[in-house]
């Protein structure tokens, strides 16, 4: 049976839509490319606007002109059209690669054509690297930047919602009314400045919020939960941040304090129970007890669920939603070093929404803290 080394991989994929690629070259590619590996060794087919750029900076044993491997497919095939499943037949055959295993999102059309031409594939049994769960000190990191860069986007939310001034019932920012799109930019603008890219930035209120991937648009008002949930990419690396942090400005009613004072409550009980060789369900079952005992029931209605009805974390990575999950069929031990998010929420249309997002280490104790953000949030 081969073995992580020894078996045959493939990718054909931009770095930006495949964690994998990126993790197995080490380099950003901005355009679809071949990545294969061998035996231990691993190739790259690139175009000439590439080839020096990753030849010199990436983890690549050896770097291959596309241009070249092009014309060698339309001598081996002159009535067909060059292209990567030419390619990769090629260098199949040079390689003596045997079955070669493709992640499970690799391009249907690009998987027919190539057993078509006759090479053995098979598609991967989960993660194509599994080692990528576990996060080594570097990789740790490079998501302590990436959550140095979700607190920048954070704060300068904060910033945004103290400077404003209530006017019945609305939020004035610099005379003007303050929308979600605008806290968005002012959140995207400051990881910008960080160094990284935010997209899909979450700045939802009111009933808004109790939809938990709603990314919020219109006007922001006093005396509502807002959450802020801010997950960028780190330009120079690829890993990402994933933070959250819920806000009110003006003044709270007593069931808002209690929903923000219940979701903090099950993230620290979550904290406490992480830790390697815990079933990852038990972190789970453990917080929507908690929120059970402070009486917050959850359930499905005709307009969409209330309570909490999310997972309480996944891990955090390459991707921003990577394995190990934590929900109640996650039934697995945490592995020594995962990384994962730590956020619990309660949502009630009428009285607001709350989520609470930290990331962590698992160690063979009390988890290791990769992002640090304050937890006030009613902002007089």
């Known amino acids: 049976m081969a073995t992580q ?10 770095t930006a839509r495949s964690a994998d690629a990126l993790y197995f070259g080490g380099v950003d ?15 790259a087919v690139v175009s000439a606007l590439e080839f020096g750029r990753v030849k010199r900076g990436s983890a690549f044993d050896t770097v291959l002109p596309l241009e070249a491997y092009l014309e060698k497919a339309r001598r081996k095939w002159p009535r067909g059209k060059p292209g990567p499943a030419g390619i990769v037949a090629l260098l199949s055959r040079e390689l003596k690669s045997g079955t070669i295993t493709v992640p499970v999102d690799f391009p249907a059309g690009l998987y027919q054509q190539l057993k078509d031409a006759g090479v053995r594939l098979e598609v991967a049994d989960g993660m194509l690297f599994p080692e990528r769960e576990v996060k080594t000190p570097a990789e740790a990191a490079a998501l302590i930047e990436g959550n140095r860069c979700s607190a920048a986007g954070i704060a300068a939310a904060e910033r945004v919602l103290r400077a404003c001034r209530v006017k019945a019932g609305r939020l004035l920012y610099r005379g ?33 919020a109790c939809d938990p991937h709603n990314r919020g648009s219109g006007p922001l008002r006093a005396n509502e939960l ?22 009110l400005r003006g003044r709270a009613s007593d069931a808002q304090r209690a929903i923000v004072a219940a979701v903090r409550a099950a993230q620290l009980k979550a904290l406490a129970t992480i830790r390697a060789g815990v ?12 929120f059970v005992e402070r009486g917050f029931e959850t359930k499905a209605t005709a307009h969409g669920s209330v309570g ?43 009285i ?28 007089n």
Not at 185 to 190: C, G, P, T
Not at 315 to 338: A, D, I, Q, W
């Open 29 to 43: 590619v901005p355009d679809p490319f071949v990545a294969l590996g061998v035996r231990g060794k691993k190739y």
């Open 226 to 247: 807002i959450i802020v949930d801010v997950f960028p990419r780190v330009s120079a690396t690829g890993f990402n941040g994933d933070m959250t942090r819920t806000f």
């Open 279 to 290: 079933d990852a369900s038990e972190v789970h079952r453990r917080v929507a007890a908690t």
């Open 308 to 350: 909490f009805f999310h997972g309480t974390g996944h891990g955090l990575g390459l991707e921003v939603h990577e394995p190990p999950r934590m929900n109640p069929s996650s039934c697995f031990p945490l592995k020594m070093g995962t990384v994962v998010t730590v956020e619990p929420g309660l949502y009630y249309p009428g």
């Open 176 to 208: 003007r009314e303050l929308t979600s799109e605008r806290l968005k930019v002012a959140i995207e603008v400051a990881c910008i400045e960080a160094g990284s890219i935010s997209s899909s930035t979450i700045a939802a209120g009111g009933d808004q």
């Open 352 to 379: 607001g929404a709350c989520r609470i997002e930290d990331v962590v280490q698992v160690t063979s104790g009390a988890p290791r803290m990769l992002s640090r953000y304050p937890y006030r949030w009613e902002l």
């Open 5 to 14: 080394k020894t078996r045959s991989v493939l990718m054909y994929s931009d």
